[in-house]
């Protein structure tokens, strides 16, 4: 289950002096706690074994989960000798030791799975120096880590192991969990149902976690169940997993901007609160909400990008907490405006546009010509001053010179780009009739 699921030493410590999450640690793969969608008979792990070739890996999941206990057992499973170095407390003598000591062991007819914890904490060089020992056998690798590999791991590493993605533990898991941590402890929890469920919400998914809040729980010694309320005076809530830097940060803006895109303002709220929870700067949230306003709204309701900067100045003017309420009132207009990235499209046609057609001139018609020289070589012959016309529309060419039109804003059937796409479509008649 967790990361604490190691292979019992049971000449360590006395069964009743041992830690709990030591005590419970599971023996094989098949009593592992979640993770069924990789340690599945038809499942990427469970495959590896049914064949007998285990690879190198990346287990790649957040903490407590059983990253440890799973390489662990893959070791017991293929009877390969377990070595477990940490990124953080190694450096390149540890590793050459502990490379010698497979090459040893490899003589000797023994494999080695080495297990490198939080192996996205080594550098570029460290990451190489395993490359020659998983090609040529002397170590099956299986690191593991909580942020993403492909940004995090260098894509020689990538290229020799199979990345494992582990996912944070359900209720249900959980739930089994406390059952087990029962048995181990001869005893209920003494808490009511409503307690029980939220002793597991505050695990937050993970496994080591609510194992720690167990054994502070027996500790206690009560003799009566505790409900929902004291439950959480005495226990604190596992801090949501955040990093302003790392994957979550970038997992929850995301999740927040595609939930605006989908005019859902709970689901909206609901990210936007989990990201101020975590400690988000909130000028941070301001900067994005105004991309937002202009990537996925436009002109569809042009009081969007001012809705934003308005948020933002109150936050600024305000500051915390009051501050957050109005970006919160951003979020909601944000979702419930008309959507359109029309804009957004025209802009990046424009560009593609652009440096498609590299130095190309302007026509010479609409170039100023305050030269005698500049006159003779016809700059500004011909230009229509769109004022003189009757309708305030000359239909002139403004492209390059033999520049096929491109057809850039296709606004959308949407808020305000329905009135724009009826201006459109007029200019685009009336260029027609006069031949522009």
């Given at each position: ?18 830690p709990l999450a030591d005590r419970i640690r599971p023996a094989t793969l098949a009593e592992v706690i979640g993770q069924a969608h990789v340690l599945g008979p038809e499942a990427p792990l469970g495959a590896m074994l049914v064949a007998g070739s285990l690879s190198s890996l990346i287990l790649w999941g957040p903490p407590g989960v059983g990253k440890t206990t799973i390489a662990r057992l893959l070791a017991d499973a293929t009877s390969l000798s377990f070595v477990q170095i940490s990124a953080i407390f190694s450096g390149v003598p540890e590793l050459r030791k502990v ?338």
């Open positions: 289950m967790a990361d604490l699921f190691d292979t019992p030493d049971a000449t360590a410590q006395p069964q009743a002096s041992r490379f010698e000591a497979a090459r040893l062991r490899r003589q000797q007819g023994r494999g080695t799975l080495l297990f490198v914890d939080e192996i996205h904490r080594f550098n570029k060089a460290q990451q190489d120096g395993f490359l020659p020992y998983m090609e040529d056998g002397t170590i099956v690798l299986v690191g593991a880590t909580t942020e993403n590999p492909s940004f995090e791991l260098n894509a020689a590493l990538l290229s020799r192991a199979q990345v494992v993605v582990l996912e944070r533990l359900s209720l249900a898991d959980l739930e089994r969990l406390a059952q087990r941590a029962e048995q181990a402890l001869g005893q209920a929890l003494p808490l009511t149902a409503q307690a029980r469920e939220a002793l597991l919400e505050m695990a937050d998914g993970d496994g080591r976690a609510l194992l720690n809040l167990i054994e502070q729980l027996a500790a206690w010694k009560l003799q009566a169940a505790l409900d929902t309320a004291a439950l959480s005076s005495r226990l604190m809530r596992r801090a949501a997993k955040y990093d302003k830097s790392g994957d979550e940060h970038y997992n929850l803006i995301s999740a927040l901007h595609k939930s605006i895109r989908g005019s859902d303002p709970d689901a909206a709220l609901y990210w936007f609160a989990r990201m101020l929870e975590g400690g988000e700067d909130p000028r941070f949230l301001a900067r994005r909400l105004t991309r937002m306003a202009i990537e996925d709204i436009g002109l569809a309701e042009p009081a969007a990008q001012a809705q934003c900067l308005h948020a933002w100045q109150v936050y600024e003017r305000l500051g915390s907490p009051e501050g957050e309420l109005a970006l919160a009132q951003a979020v909601i207009y944000l979702a419930l405006a008309p959507k359109s990235n029309a804009g957004y499209a025209a802009y990046g046609a424009a560009r593609a546009e652009a440096r498609r057609t590299g130095s190309e001139p302007p026509p010479k018609h609409i170039l100023n010509a305050p030269t005698k020289l500049m006159k003779d070589q016809g700059f500004g012959a011909g230009y229509a001053y769109d004022h003189d016309a009757e309708d305030g529309f000359s239909g002139q060419n403004y492209f390059p010179e033999g520049m096929r039109r491109p057809l850039l804003y296709q606004p959308v059937e949407r808020g305000f780009e329905r009135e724009l796409k009826k201006r459109l479509e007029w200019f685009a008649k009336q260029r027609e009739k006069r031949g522009g």
